[in-house]
């Protein structure tokens, strides 16, 4: 019987068919934003069972649907608790997750859908944006295990007193990759509404190119810098457990974009950038004529930073005169009316002075690439490439790997497309320099 057992293997593989595997597969809003989708899905999930698959799928809310939910509590209370909001909108995911499970009994797949909780998703308890800290995955092995697709709504975890949390928006790309972190599944795939990951978003720049591949360090500037084709803590997660990540398209067929680990991309050719992300999702605000002593700084970001609140770049400039000086930063927009009041209310009286002005009209628009290491003048050509459009640099912030600027929220478009040609991302396009 041995050898016979053997033979078949051998034969399959020669005939290209993979090896029995684990995977984990995310579909996003739009992948399951109608019955025909979730239909669709899970016809995908049953060919995968059918070669011999084990297969867990996370499911988003549909597409819209958690913005929805979101708007209904607005309209009922302007200052909803973090709690309850987590019990809202977690029953988007909920609901995907259920009808995907009746969706593949149709095809005679077993399976059993849960919630976050119930498949042990263990989360801290800041609602809303919650951090996933263990996942029990005993049962969902014993299920696979028992022939039956796990199917789990994700964006949704439990904390130690049992409330409902949800992982911040974006959030099913995480449980995704943190359940395949778990299971040691052999790949997460994260089915979207594009075929992969691209130099910048392709609704925004017509000439943008999938990647066939891209290091997890340039993955994760992107995410932080505002490409929302994965969400940051999952390509954080994939990075820490080593997931084996890919992203790729719910309605065709194709490889995708792989998250690799940057030694395993070496030795290809490095280009200079890899992508472009932009954001408009920010506001800037400055305090004129403040006093340049020691200090200052701390007062000013202090009071704000006691309130949770974020704050994304910082200029402070050389004074003049040595004594004043004007202090801007960037918090994001949903926090700019509070921060304005802080600076307003308890900033300037401590300071004894200084002239606040506050602009929500921005973008952050930023080149990321590993590549940029190495060489100098990614800097000036992109200031060059910006004043022949004649867009007006606000605020610059650069790191190891990126360079980001403020700029009118107006031209963002423009300078993400002339970034884009400029640096040879274009389509058909060989990249320069
Ligand atoms: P899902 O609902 O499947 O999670 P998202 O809307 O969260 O999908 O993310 C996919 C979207 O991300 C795409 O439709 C695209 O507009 C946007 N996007 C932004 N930057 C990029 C990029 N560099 N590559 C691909 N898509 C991007
Ligand atoms: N439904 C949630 C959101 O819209 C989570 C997700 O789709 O990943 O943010
Ligand atoms: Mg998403």
């Known amino acids: 019987m041995a050898p016979a057992l053997f033979f078949i293997h051998a034969w399959e593989n020669h005939h290209g068919q993979a090896a029995m ?3 984990v597969q ?5 992948s399951v934003g109608s019955v025909e989708r979730i ?4 016809e995908k999930v049953k060919r995968f069972r059918d070669e011999g698959h084990q297969v867990v799928v996370v499911v988003s809310a549909m597409s819209g649907e958690t913005n929805r939910l979101i708007d209904l509590a607005s309209q009922i209370n302007d200052e909803p608790t973090p709690r309850e909001m987590d019990m809202l909108v977690s029953t988007g995911e909920q609901v995907t997750s259920s009808l995907l499970a009746m969706a593949l009994h149709k095809l005679d797949v077993a399976a059993t859908s849960y919630t976050g909780g119930q498949v042990g998703i263990q989360t801290d ?3 809303t944006k919650a951090r996933i800290q263990r996942i029990e995955t005993d049962d969902i092995q014993e299920d696979l295990d028992d022939g039956q697709v796990v199917v789990v709504a994700g964006f949704q975890g439990v904390d130690d007193e049992g409330n409902i949390t949800t992982l911040g928006r974006g959030g099913s790309d995480t449980t995704g990759v943190a359940l395949a972190a778990a299971l040691k599944a052999d790949e997460c795939q994260i089915y979207t509404d594009v075929d992969g990951v691209y130099t910048t978003d392709p609704r925004v720049c017509s000439k943008a190119q999938r990647l066939s591949s891209i290091t997890v360090e340039e993955m994760l500037e992107l995410a932080s810098l505002g490409s929302k084709v994965l969400q940051i803590r999952a390509v954080e997660f994939a990075g820490k457990y080593n997931v084996p990540l890919r992203v790729l398209s719910s309605f065709e067929d194709g ?3 792989l998250i690799v680990a940057e030694e395993e991309e070496a030795s290809m050719e490095e280009p200079l950038i890899s992508g472009i992300a932009f954001t408009s999702s920010e506001a800037k605000l400055t305090l ?8 200052v700084a701390s007062k000013i970001l202090g009071p704000i930073a006691d309130t949770n609140i974020e ?4 200029v402070q400039n050389v004074a003049p005169a040595g004594d004043y000086t004007d202090f801007t930063f960037t918090v994001a927009k949903s926090d700019f009316t509070q921060t304005r009041s802080i600076l307003q209310d308890q900033v300037i009286p401590a300071l004894g002075g200084g002239e606040l002005r506050g602009d929500e009209n921005i973008a952050k628009v930023s080149l990321v690439g590993v590549g940029m290491r190495s060489h100098a003048g990614v800097a000036s050509k992109m200031f060059r490439v910006l004043a022949d459009e004649n867009i007006n640099i606000r605020m610059v912030s650069t790191s190891e790997i990126k360079i980001s600027v403020v700029i009118d929220e107006k ?3 423009l300078a993400v497309r002339a970034l884009h040609s400029a640096f040879g991302l274009d389509k058909d396009s060989i990249q320069g320099e």
């Open 255 to 257: 490889p995708g974009t």
């Open 26 to 30: 995310k579909f996003g809003g739009t």
């Open 411 to 413: 031209q963002m478009e």
């Open 21 to 23: 595997a684990l995977y």
């Open 125 to 127: 308890s800041a609602h």
């Open 311 to 314: 704050i994304d770049m910082i």
């Open 39 to 42: 239909k669709a899905v899970a």
């Open 288 to 295: 004129l004529n403040t006093p340049d002593v020691p200090g």
